[in-house]
């Protein structure tokens, strides 16, 4: 779960999930992060990791990371989870 922060004076902390549903399966961010992750370690380390954005594309079951503005990494997510 990522925290929220409040920019006010007062420190307030929220806990969000993101969840993507599509034709019977759920998809959560953590999940697609994990997987990430481990496809990955493979081949570098976490630490060489500064920025990265997240695109999903439903319709593929796919995740594409984009890592450092440079290098994009492929994420089939196919019957990771499924709705009960």
């Known amino acids: 779960m990522r925290e929220i922060h409040k920019k ?3 420190n307030m902390k929220a ?3 993101f969840i993507v ?3 019977d399966q759920q998809f959560e961010e953590k999940q697609i992060i ?3 992750k ?3 370690k ?4 976490l630490s060489e990791i500064e920025k990265m954005k997240v695109y999903f594309k439903v319709e593929e079951n796919t995740a594409y ?3 450092n503005n440079e290098e ?4 089939p997510l196919s019957n990771t989870s499924t709705l009960s």
Do not use: D
Request: glycine share 4%; hydrophobic share 35%.
């Open 65 to 67: 990371c984009v890592v």
């Open 42 to 45: 493979k081949t570098r380390k």
């Open 15 to 17: 806990k969000s999930e």
């Open 8 to 10: 006010s004076g007062k």
């Open 34 to 36: 994990n997987l990430f």
């Open 21 to 23: 549903e599509f034709k």
């Open 72 to 75: 994009t990494i492929v994420v």
């Open 38 to 40: 481990e496809e990955w």
